[in-house]
């Protein structure tokens, strides 16, 4: 008999079985576009340098980036994935740097652009933003294309300590979180933040309660949890090489992970249990394991513990 986890039950809210369930078994995939962005953490109205930890090209496989136009971005990628994903529905992803940092009608016109192409197979937007370049005109912007689409709004939580916020160069603060989730209250966006595990002065008991950060605010409906990984091209990544600290392993990973889901609400659909660059980008920790693999390591863990997200929820 097969076992739940080849069935594909896990024990946790995960996106590609919510994306089963609301696209009625269609294969659904995201179509990350470059919307040429940049960032204020970058271009000095926040800081210089941006985070410590970024480097803006590991979050993009190379095949999505340099291309032209949004719209020949889109093409491209509703074709790579038709073929090599045997995909049927899209989400446009703007991924990489701060896509909501320019005027709305500036914005407007790129996300437009992007939608305007095969729009009966186009089911949703995603953009991924800093909470301190988000406000109300913004919101309504893509609140306009819930009535066509699912929206969703990505946001960079990183950690919930303003301490660890400021070591890491991130411009903004856990209170410019908070402010962004007040404006986004009762919003028809769906929220997700994105949050970084491992910074090596936070210990288990600090990284833990970001569940609780997490559980008090309902209008969070999807999370990305990430390990931290050192990428080529940031500055951690130059202080690592000179001086290597604590990275998690797998296994550590694993069992960090095993003690935080039962404490995240059971309603949160978690997008992401972990983060992997491009390999020619990542410096450590390299776990020696394709995507896949690290995926099934995970679940096969916390379906033989019989982890249950929302357990230890109160
Ligand atoms: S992580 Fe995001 S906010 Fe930070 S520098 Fe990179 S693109 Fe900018």
């Known amino acids: 008999m097969e076992s739940q986890l080849q069935q594909g039950i896990k024990g946790y809210n995960n996106y590609g079985a919510w994306l089963r369930e609301k696209y009625k078994g269609q294969r659904v995939f995201k179509v990350i576009v470059d919307g040429g962005f940049t960032c204020p953490n970058r271009d000095g109205s926040k800081g210089y340098g941006g985070c410590t930890y970024c480097n803006v090209d590991s979050f993009t496989p190379s ?29 446009i992803y703007f991924q990489p740097n701060t896509n909501t940092y320019a005027p709305a009608h500036y914005l407007k016109m790129l996300y437009d652009e992007a939608l305007s192409y095969h729009t009966e197979d186009i089911v949703g937007l995603s953009v991924g933003t800093r909470p301190d370049c988000i406000d109300a005109e913004k919101i309504a912007l893509l609140e306009s294309y819930t009535d066509r689409f699912d929206v969703d709004l990505e946001m960079g939580m990183e950690s919930i300590y303003n301490d660890t916020l400021g ?52 209008q969070i409906k999807f999370v990305k949890f990430h390990h931290l990984h050192i990428v080529e091209g940031s500055v951690m990544g130059v202080k690592y090489k000179r001086e ?29 249990l972990f983060g992997l660059s491009d390999m020619e980008l990542l410096i450590a920790p390299n776990w020696g394991l394709k995507k896949s693999e690290i995926q099934y390591y995970i679940d096969k863990a916390i379906a033989d513990r019989e982890i249950i997200q929302g357990s230890s929820f109160i």
């Open 63 to 91: 095949v999505s980036r340099n291309n032209p136009s949004v719209r020949e971005q889109v093409m491209q990628g509703v074709a790579r994935a038709r073929k090599g994903n045997k995909a049927d529905r899209f989400i």
């Open 244 to 272: 290597p600290f604590k990275l998690f392993s797998l296994p550590e990973y694993t069992d960090f992970l095993c003690e935080l889901l039962p404490l995240v609400r059971p309603d949160v659909v978690i997008q992401r």
């Open 167 to 218: 070591q890491i160069n991130r411009g903004c603060t856990h209170d410019d979180l908070i402010k962004a989730l007040g404006l986004l209250q009762n919003s028809k966006l769906d929220v997700c933040v994105h949050t970084i595990f491992g910074f090596p002065w936070e210990t288990k008991e600090m990284m833990l309660r970001y569940a609780g950060e997490i559980n008090r605010f309902p």
